[in-house]
């Protein structure tokens, strides 16, 4: 069974840190790109980052030089390390694995809280 688990969510003061894991089932997402996207209350998901199989990154303009995503060596977990948070990354946080026509698996999400 395709699986998607995230972990590492969780209540954080503004200005601290959380790192987001996410593990894949299958050996083949490690030929895909991975992403962690987020959805706020009452806003549309939107991506956060996303890295290719071959490493290359892409961070929306709101989290970039704050984020960081991240392969294991076995390129099926990938991680998200969030610095500086602020109130407005308050979401859940979903890790997602897909090509270039779309994500095609979706795990259930984590919550990311942070106070102001």
């Known amino acids: 069974q395709v699986q998607l688990v995230e972990s590492g969510g969780g209540l954080v003061q503004a200005g601290g840190s959380l790192r987001l894991s996410c593990a894949a089932s299958?050996?083949?997402?490690?030929?895909?790109?991975m992403a962690w996207y987020r959805q706020a209350p009452g806003k549309q998901r939107e991506l956060v980052a996303s890295?290719?199989?071959?490493?290359?990154?892409n961070y929306a303009d709101s989290v970039k030089g704050r984020f960081t995503i991240s392969r294991g060596s076995a390129k099926n977990t990938v991680y998200l390390q969030m610095n500086s948070l602020k109130p407005e990354d308050t979401a859940v946080y979903y890790c997602?694995?897909?090509?270039?026509?779309?994500?095609?698996?979706w795990g259930k999400g984590t919550l990311v809280t942070v106070s102001s």
């Open positions: 997602a694995a897909g090509g270039i026509a779309g994500m095609d698996y």
């Open positions: 299958g050996s083949f997402f490690g030929f895909m790109t």
């Open positions: 890295i290719t199989s071959g490493g290359s990154t």
